[in-house]
Each structure stands twice: as structure tokens, then as C-alpha cells.
């Protein structure tokens, strides 16, 4: 059974602490504005800055991966795709110089122009925070702004919603993981209906 690519997604049920605030590492006006909204959040002192990874943070990346789901398997697939070139966006959340946080959108084999949302990422001790909620925007604004057609996911309909993704919407996807938890960005508005297979990297498959 392959690696579902939100499996991912660590929630945390419990009440969430008073927001940081976030610094984008990026230009773009939905950038601009989000980090208006986040600011204006109850006081804190931690600073987070949101950004593309760099060769240097591979380490520190594969360490966090590897704690936060307890098994090497989501470390594994980002190596993976990553040296068949798959990654279309791979972001770190860093505090105080320490990666906290991390979100990998990689590019479907079809349809062309179609993304993959996760693995999603956050130490284990500072879920609840909205790191993992902002690096799902920043990630879907790169998307948007580089002109993807759509994201998918697979992962929690409740949780995800709040993004934009649609789950049991007109569009109908055949994929390998199961239907109720799989949804859809749609960018490009044809999308939102279309009736299409999903095909994953390889790396997916393999892990």
C-alpha cells in the first residue's frame, strides 16, 4: 500500500496557544496580507519565518520528519522525490534558526499540472500552533502564483476544508487512496469538474 502524501498531516486536537508571528520569505500580495492577519494575532514572542528549503537543511529536515511520525518512511519519500526531481515546492518553518516545520507539494505524474500536497510536518511539541496551517497557505499560494492547475490531498476532509479543498465535489478523481479522503484544489477553473485519474510519483509507490 503506498504512503499516503498527507498522511501526513499531524493534527492536534487540543486548543490552539495564541498565534506567532509569521514572517514570508517570498513577494507576492496573498503573502502580504496573510502575514497583516497573523500579526494582528495575541502577542508572542516566538518569530517564524516560512521558506524554500536549502541543500543545508536536508539534515535537519529528514531529523524533524523522522520524530514527528515516529518511522523513516516519510523521510525516505521526500529523498526519493527529490532525486527524481518530483518536488514542486518544499517548505521549512523556521524559529529561532531551527526548523520547526515542513510541507512538500510535488508534481503529479498526471494530470499534467497537478500538484500533491504532503507530507506536512511539525514538531511534535509545537503542533496546535498554526505552523502546519501556515505553511499549507504558503504552499498553496506558491502553487497558485506558478501557475499549477490544481492541489490534491489526502487527509482529513474537516481539517483541510478550511483551505479550499473540496471532498465528494462534482469533480471526479480516480486514485489509489480512498475517495472520502481525497480533495481537491482546484487553480484552474476547468478543474473543479474534471474527471480524471490521479497518478502519483513513483517514489509513493515505493515507500
Known amino acids: 500500500m503506498p504512503v499516503a ?3 501526513a498531516m499531524l493534527l492536534d ?3 490552539p496557544a495564541p498565534l506567532p508571528s ?4 517570498g513577494p507576492g500580495p496573498q503573502a502580504a496580507r496573510r502575514q497583516i492577519d497573523i500579526t494582528s494575532a495575541p502577542e508572542s514572542k516566538a518569530v517564524i519565518t516560512i521558506r524554500h528549503v536549502a541543500a543545508e537543511d536536508a539534515t535537519a529536515i529528514s531529523i524533524l520528519l523522522v520524530s514527528a511520525f515516529d518511522q523513516p518512511n516519510e523521510s525516505r ?3 526519493a522525490l527529490r532525486a527524481e526531481g518530483s518536488v514542486a515546492h518544499e517548505l521549512v518553518a523556521v524559529r529561532n534558526g531551527e526548523i520547526i516545520g515542513h510541507a512538500c507539494l510535488s508534481h503529479l505524474r498526471r494530470p499534467e499540472g497537478w500538484l500533491a500536497l504532503g507530507p506536512v510536518s511539525v514538531r ?4 496546535g500552533q498554526g505552523y502546519g496551517a501556515e505553511l499549507i497557505r504558503y504552499g498553496l499560494d506558491a502553487a497558485r502564483q506558478n501557475q499549477a492547475k490544481a492541489v490534491v490531498v489526502v487527509g482529513d476532509p474537516l481539517y483541510h476544508h478550511r483551505f479550499g479543498f473540496v471532498f ?14 481525497t480533495g481537491l484544489y482546484p487553480i484552474a477553473p476547468e478543474t473543479a469538474v474534471a474527471r480524471v485519474e490521479l497518478v502519483y510519483p513513483v517514489p509513493f509507490a515505493e515507500v
Open 124 to 127: 511534535m511539541d509545537l503542533q
Open 77 to 79: 519519500l521526500i529523498e
Open 13 to 15: 486536537n487540543s486548543p
Open 22 to 25: 509569521f514572517e514570508r520569505a
Open 5 to 7: 502524501p498527507a498522511a
Open 168 to 181: 465528494d465535489g462534482p469533480a471526479e478523481l480516480s486514485s489509489p487512496y480512498p475517495a472520502q479522503y
